[in-house]
């Protein structure tokens, strides 16, 4: 069965044949047991990348494929690692569905393109970094305003060698929801010592990168 | 600085009120510019489900309403900057709107579509265990209490749908509400009162909520009786309405006592060149509905003034 409606499809072929630049391999890690949401990622992923010869999907097995694992730092499964010219550190932890997967088509986009639409003053706070800072935006696919957060973090880590960021689907990764607290979203862990409780503006989020960047 | 306004119109806030106004402001030929903080749709980007909205017999997610209507606003060159708007500056014949980035807009005429952010109890424990089981947004949260028992402060629309939605997730859903009866629609009260798993606490006011590392009840007195106590969840989603967001011109524009914008039949404000759409403005209704209509208006009526100056 076809995830996507025909009509969502012909826009994302329209909208990636405008957007994309260079080449996007989606790196999918991914096994047979135990992962309830590996296979309904998998479908999602099988019917994305078509949509444009720019994207190419490669499937990995979490457990005999350690040495792909370990090259993209992966830990958890299903984990999509979104690279392009170079790995930007943007990794989806959990399904990109429901509201998620609007921001993969995103992140797709922008690494692709190696910039973002963050504007000049967050682009200098980015460029101000001198350690590295990793982002993990805990959601759930229905929170409408979970988006908000994760683009802003991946959008960091497209613009900063310094940043990875990571979605984090909280429901699939309970352990993690667990040890961070996490019982609304959307919820913004930056290196283990800062969190953030909500969806805050561009100009907000990049004053916590950069107080969090400072206590390293 | 250049003095010459780069745009026509600037609309404040990017809800369905706020993106309609770029449509028509599109349209009209103004250079129009939309400033939204978050994220497209504002609150209807919240709600799970439209079924008031004409035009979609079947319902439509809050979602996909505001995509539609961004690109619809987008179709007709109105500008979308993700930003806030901290202020507004009165210049002769123009305004300057200065921008969280430190950016600063200027426009001829303005239009205030900042919405409404949904009200505090303003109890003990509220703000200490918001994301600890504390929450405003029941389709972001409810996952996390599945199979627990939860509670409903309010009697709204809002409450009893969320209350609603809580139900296929939860194993108890409790009501809280001050009054004995609702305000919701008739056909939401029909599905909440024939849902075994949601059942009511009458004229019940909220006076903490209780726990310390997460929610552990609800503690209600009951306004009859006076009698206290506490009603167990893991979980409570506060639905009791919504405070108008008009900080941002109220130092310019004439409000009434809650702080909604008070304008004419024209969406006219007390200041010359600023109207006001929506939810942020004084009415009796605030739905979708309502708020489009509004903008328009106001959009139309923005572009006579400019064409005046």
């Known amino acids: 069965m076809a995830l996507l409606k025909d009509e969502d499809r012909q826009k994302l072929v329209e909208e990636f044949g405008q957007k994309l630049a260079s080449p996007v391999k989606l790196a999918f890690f991914t096994q047979n047991l135990d992962c309830m949401y590996c296979g309904p990622t998998e479908m999602i992923l099988k019917e994305l990348a078509p949509l444009s010869d720019k994207i190419t999907l490669e499937t990995w097995n979490f457990v005999n494929d350690k040495t792909q694992a370990e090259l993209y730092g992966i830990d958890k499964i299903p984990a999509v690692a979104v690279i392009g010219a170079k790995d930007h550190g943007v990794r989806f932890y959990g399904i990109p569905a429901g509201y998620e997967f609007a921001s993969l088509v995103a992140s797709i986009i922008d690494v692709s393109r190696g910039e973002t639409g963050l504007s000049q003053e967050s682009k200098d706070v980015l460029m101000s970094l001198s350690k590295p800072v990793n982002i993990q935006v805990f959601v759930t696919p229905t929170c409408p305003y979970c988006q908000s957060m994760v683009r802003l973090a991946h959008q960091a880590a497209v613009e900063s060698d310094l940043v990875t960021a990571h979605m984090v689907e909280s429901t699939e990764f309970p352990h993690l929801a667990q040890r961070y607290g996490v019982m609304g979203v959307p919820k913004t862990v930056i290196n283990e010592t800062a969190s953030l409780d909500g969806a805050v503006p561009e100009h907000v989020f990049m004053h916590h990168l950069q107080e969090a960047g400072k206590q390293l | ?309």
Request: with cysteine; aromatic share 6%; glycine share 12%.
């Open chain 2, 1 to 309: 600085m250049n003095r010459q306004a780069a745009h026509d119109l600037i609309v404040i806030g990017g809800g369905p009120a706020g993106l309609t106004a770029g449509l028509y402001a599109g349209r009209g030929g103004l250079r129009a510019a939309i400033v939204e903080k978050l994220m497209p749709g504002g609150l209807v980007a919240n709600t799970e489900r439209i079924d008031n909205y004409p035009g979609f017999p079947e319902g439509i997610s809050g979602y996909d309403l505001a995509q539609r209507l961004q690109a619809q606003a987008a179709r007709f060159g109105a500008e979308f900057i993700s930003d806030e708007a901290v202020g507004i500056t009165p210049e002769p014949k123009s305004f300057t709107v200065p921008l969280a980035s430190k950016k600063v807009l200027r426009a001829k005429a303005l239009v205030i579509a900042t919405g409404a952010f949904p009200k505090k109890l303003g109890v003990p424990g509220e703000r200490e265990l918001l994301g600890k089981g504390v929450s405003y947004c029941a389709v972001c949260d409810g996952a996390f209490f599945r199979g627990q028992e939860v509670a409903v402060v309010g009697g709204g629309d809002s409450a009893i749908q969320e209350a609603v939605y809580l139900a296929g997730l939860c194993s108890k859903v409790t009501v809280v509400h001050r009054r004995s009866s609702l305000r919701a629609a008739e056909s939401l009260q029909k599905l909440a009162f024939r849902n075994e798993r949601i059942s009511f606490a009458w004229d019940k006011s909220v006076s903490a909520i209780e726990g310390s590392s997460g929610v552990t009840g609800v503690r209600v007195m009951d306004k009859g009786t006076g009698v206290d106590e506490v009603i167990p969840a893991s979980g409570v989603f506060i639905y009791v309405g919504y405070s108008p967001n008009s900080a941002v011109a109220g130092s310019l524009v004439k409000l009434d006592e809650a702080g909604h914008i008070v304008t004419d039949d024209n969406m006219a404000t007390s200041h010359p060149g600023i109207y006001a759409a929506g939810d942020v403005r004084r009415k009796l209704v605030r739905q979708i509905a309502g708020a489009v209509g509004d903008a328009a208006t106001a959009a139309v009526a923005a572009q006579h003034y400019i064409e005046n100056l």
